[in-house]
């Protein structure tokens, strides 16, 4: 929602998922939030210390707001997000939730939103945003080559 835990902890992951799949020269790859509330800020204290303690580096990121650019594909973290995000894109646009790349989640399974939450809640984050990602790699790969 605010781009500060979830989202940017999924591009981080992501684009590392991506450069492992040789498909980083194909994919642009981006994170916002619905709300506007934390546009500028960094990433969340817990989330970017979470990603530090699994080798990844969330300290360049910026939360911004999701815009009305052209997307082939969008992905929400939960369902709210994906009903604010289908009314927003153009007609036509893929957009799906985030964890529907996990071949190992339930349908309709979200990333749960760890805000108000404690450290906990920031791993199992950081372990669904790492399942979806190898999903979405496969997914991109099927579909760039």
Same mark, same amino acid.
């Given at each position: 929602?605010?781009?500060?835990?979830?989202s940017?902890?999924?591009?981080?992951v992501?684009?590392?998922?991506?450069?492992?799949h040789?498909?980083?020269?194909?994919?642009?790859?981006?994170?916002?939030?619905?709300?506007?509330?934390?546009?500028?800020?960094?990433? $969340?204290?817990?989330a970017?210390? !979470?990603?530090?303690?699994?080798?990844?580096? =969330?300290? @360049?990121? +910026? &939360?911004?707001?999701? %815009?009305? $650019?052209?997307?082939?594909?969008? !992905?929400a973290?939960?369902?709210?997000?994906? =009903?604010? @995000?289908? +009314? &927003?894109?153009?007609? %036509?646009? $893929?957009?799906?939730?985030?964890?529907?790349?996990?071949?190992?989640?339930?349908? =309709?399974?979200?990333?749960?939103?760890?805000?108000? %939450?404690?450290?906990?809640?920031?791993?199992?984050?950081?372990?669904?945003?790492?399942?979806?990602?190898?999903?979405?790699?496969?997914?991109?790969?099927?579909?760039?080559?």
């Amino acid at each position: 929602m605010g781009n500060i835990c979830r989202s940017p902890m999924a591009e981080v992951v992501l684009r590392r998922t991506l450069d492992e799949h040789g498909l980083s020269e194909k994919v642009a790859l981006d994170s916002a939030g619905t709300g506007g509330w934390h546009v500028g800020d960094p990433m $969340d204290e817990r989330a970017a210390a !979470v990603l530090a303690a699994h080798g990844y580096d =969330g300290s @360049l990121h +910026r &939360a911004r707001q999701f %815009g009305f $650019d052209k997307y082939d594909l969008v !992905v929400a973290m939960d369902t709210e997000n994906l =009903g604010a @995000l289908r +009314r &927003a894109v153009p007609a %036509g646009t $893929d957009v799906r939730l985030f964890r529907s790349f996990d071949p190992e989640a339930p349908e =309709g399974a979200e990333v749960p939103d760890p805000y108000y %939450g404690g450290r906990d809640g920031f791993e199992i984050v950081l372990s669904q945003v790492k399942a979806a990602s190898e999903g979405l790699a496969k997914y991109l790969a099927d579909r760039l080559d």
